[in-house]
């Protein structure tokens, strides 16, 4: 077999300066991924060319690559006539707040875990791994119970604090600090740094990428959140966007424009963040040596 | 300035540094530790651990959610065995799982093979890969229901401007199946991707060059190089993969209800239906015990063998 290929040899080596001949553009991979790109892409495009549809024409059956006629009436719909936006809103309150204590939750509690050493270690981190199989569905019932007792359902806070600690939140950080040279956390340690000093000023300095993950995998669970808030919020009025949409979609069943663009309300903001985070994301994902 | 115990005896380490376990006395620092640990534990313990406890609770009862329950033993695990429903659901979650990770997986490797190295546009592509798994199994799912609609949908007008056969998507149980697999698919390839790519990215190119040099083709370096140092990742990607396949509710909640006549009805959606829609919580709490015990029971005795066959290695 003729070989014709540095180029290939390399499977994933970042571009090997002064190694080999020059390498040319594979052109056919790119053709290849942009076909793919073009299929992969195809819903969302679709969303867009519903949303924007007149509603008639597509009940009607009458489509096109481009939308028959420009019309704003899905998005006027769901932003006057559903209460889209109070959703978005809803969603964006939870997703914060909650982005904010799970963050410090799981990176104190994945710091602890990688680099601290105490009876019961593994037992924790069995544990709060275990509670990646637990399928939501089965703690509804006495979550809302417990929740009930507390008052707060009908409330953000029936959403936010249940599932505040994320397990997967916790296994990824404490990969990622498994990484980190004990020597550096022996270092500050001997200039006098107590626990939490270390954390703070010398490993959360060191894992940006990792933050950066968290926060934007946590942001993306809690928007994006369906079975609970379905359970724990029953005032329309504080519905967070999936349970909202989800309510339309059944009641409105031919709505589609209006229903494509209420669904592209809540694509948009997750969309845009992990355009801006994807470096710091992959980065992140590598690092905690999860490959 | 500090707080920390560790630090409040200026250690006898003017000599030789000693490492940081001997300067506080080993109970101070578990203390430590488990006060760091506290919010999670207290998080979990509250609100995750003591409902399971509840849930199992209930399962052991005929609770309706209204009135009093009755203990009823294990009559809740004894009544899935004659239930036809049951059984569909564990085996249409069987089978998503049996061909959604596999397919899941050897897409995420292609296109990872293909954006391996710099490639023009790579970022981007990247991108487009990932983007439909960050969006809500809701929205996915109304897309999906939208785009397979067997009246007015776009799958069929394209299926049937190609001279192929249209399939009712809603009325015929299989095509309902398959529309379900298909916007899953969709939805979670772009993490096999991302992982696999990050993997493909970490392996020494000298590895590669040597197999080269002894002569290995482009097909037997994937296949006797590069598939087994992605092991671990696609162990990994496996075992998440099936969690998340057994979890899966959003999409068929919102796309099929289970229907038509149960044809993608899952255990979890089951569950959820027996417990709220029927008002059978302890039926429901049952199945949703069982389905936790499975996955756990499985992904414990995975990791134990992969563990065994790596040590082998």
Do not use: C
């Amino acid at each position: 077999m003729s070989a014709p290929a540095p180029v290939r040899a390399r499977i994933g080596g970042p571009a090997q300066r002064g190694r080999g001949p020059r390498r040319r553009t594979p052109v056919g991979r790119v053709v290849l991924l942009a076909a793919l790109s073009l299929v992969w892409l195809f819903p969302l495009y679709w969303m867009l060319v519903t949303a924007l549809s007149p509603r008639e024409d597509l009940a009607a059956g009458r489509v096109g690559v481009l939308p028959t006629a420009l019309d704003g009436g899905g998005f006027s719909r769901a932003l006057t006539q559903f209460p889209v936006l109070q959703w978005a809103a809803n969603s964006a309150a939870i997703a914060v707040v909650a982005v904010a204590i799970t963050v410090v939750v799981d990176v104190t509690a994945g710091y602890v875990l990688a680099k601290h050493r105490f009876p019961g270690r593994s037992v924790v981190f069995f544990l709060i791994i275990a509670t990646l199989m637990i399928p939501v569905q089965v703690l509804l019932v006495p979550q809302f119970d417990l929740v009930n007792d507390l008052g707060w359902i009908n409330s953000y806070w029936a959403v936010i604090i249940p599932r505040s600690a994320e397990a997967f939140g916790v296994f990824l950080a404490r990969q990622y600090f498994l990484s980190l040279p004990d020597e550096l956390l022996e270092a500050a340690q001997l200039d006098g740094a107590g626990q939490l000093r270390t954390l703070w000023s010398v490993v959360l300095p060191l894992s940006r990428p990792l933050v950066a993950v968290l926060l934007v995998m946590t942001f993306m669970y809690r928007w994006n959140e369906f079975a609970w808030p379905l359970v724990a919020l029953r005032d329309p009025a504080l519905y967070t966007l999936p349970v909202g949409l989800s309510f339309l979609q059944s009641q409105y069943t031919t709505d589609y424009p209006a229903l494509m663009a209420g669904a592209l309300v809540s694509v948009l903001p997750v969309l845009v963040l992990f355009g801006i985070a994807q470096r710091q994301f992959v980065a992140g994902i590598a690092r905690s040596g999860l490959k | 300035m500090t707080a920390s115990p560790a630090t409040t005896t200026p250690a006898a380490s003017a000599s030789a540094p000693p490492p940081v376990r001997r300067r506080a006395p080993a109970v101070r620092r578990w203390a430590t530790s488990y006060a760091l640990l506290a919010p999670a534990l207290l998080l979990f313990g509250v609100f995750v651990l003591y409902p399971l406890v509840g849930a199992v609770r209930i399962s052991l009862t005929n609770s309706t959610g209204i009135g009093e329950a009755r203990f009823v033993g294990l009559d809740n695990y004894a009544a899935m065995a004659g239930d036809a429903t049951f059984w569909r659901a564990a085996l249409n979650t069987a089978l998503l799982a049996a061909v959604s990770v596999p397919v899941s997986l050897l897409l995420g490797l292609g296109v990872a093979l293909l954006l391996r190295d710099r490639i023009p546009g790579g970022g981007l592509f990247r991108a487009v890969f990932l983007a439909p798994y960050v969006i809500s199994g809701v929205v996915v799912a109304m897309t999906g229901r939208w785009l397979f609609d067997q009246n007015v949908g776009i799958v069929d007008r394209v299926l049937g401007g190609l001279g192929l056969p249209a399939p009712d998507w809603q009325s015929d149980g299989t095509a309902a199946s398959v529309s379900v697999l298909v916007v899953l698919l969709w939805a979670r390839t772009g993490l096999a991707v991302i992982l696999y790519l990050s993997a493909l990215q970490g392996i020494d190119p000298d590895v590669l060059e040597a197999a080269e040099l002894d002569g290995a083709s482009p097909r037997q370096r994937l296949r006797f190089v590069v598939w087994p140092l992605l092991r671990p990742t696609t162990f990994f990607l496996t075992v998440m993969l099936v969690i998340e396949t057994f979890q899966v509710f959003d999409i068929v909640w919102v796309m099929t209800r289970g229907g038509p006549a149960g044809a993608t009805e899952l255990l979890v959606t089951y569950a959820y239906n027996q417990g709220f829609s029927a008002r059978r919580e302890g039926y429901g709490s049952a199945i949703g015990v069982v389905v936790f015990v499975v996955v756990l029971a499985a992904t414990v005795l995975w990791w134990r063998a992969q563990r065994r066959s790596e040590e082998e290695l």
